[in-house]
């Protein structure tokens, strides 16, 4: 009688186990969790990343929704974000107008799906 009660209980055991929520699940091609930067305004808040995100092989993020400039790692071989854009980066290539270094996460995932012939494997956002 025990076994066929542990029977009837486990689908609805099975039914209440945790599922990984949709929000925190990661998408299609997703590579690894890393930081997009950019250079702050400590007066007015505006962000400026573009020229020194060209100047260190960043890749500057596009997306319309976006608030200002960021510049997250372009392909495997560029360093971590937080690793360039240091307060100290942002005073010296700015000339002190955009001084404070700001990181966000972001999701980088395969933008040519796999790396080349030379193993460089490039990377897009795909969330945050």
Same mark, same amino acid.
């Given at each position: 009688m025990k076994f066929l009660l542990a029977l009837v209980a486990l689908p609805a055991a099975i039914l209440a186990a945790p599922v990984a @929520? +949709? +929000?925190t699940a990661n998408?299609?091609?997703f590579l690894m969790d890393s930081l997009k930067c950019t250079c702050q305004n400590p007066a007015t808040n505006a962000t400026k990343s573009d020229s020194l995100c060209a100047n260190v092989l960043g890749e500057p993020e596009t997306e319309s929704s976006s608030k200002g400039s960021w510049c997250y790692r372009r392909f495997n071989l560029t360093p971590q974000m @937080?690793?360039?854009f240091t307060d100290e980066a942002?005073?010296?290539f700015f000339q002190g107008n955009?001084?404070?270094a700001v990181c966000a996460p972001v999701k980088?995932? @395969?933008k040519d799906q796999g790396p080349d012939r030379h193993g460089i494997q490039y990377y897009k956002v795909c969330g945050r």
């Open positions: @929520d +949709a +929000a998408p299609p091609g @937080d690793q360039l942002c005073t010296r955009f001084s404070k980088l995932c @395969d």
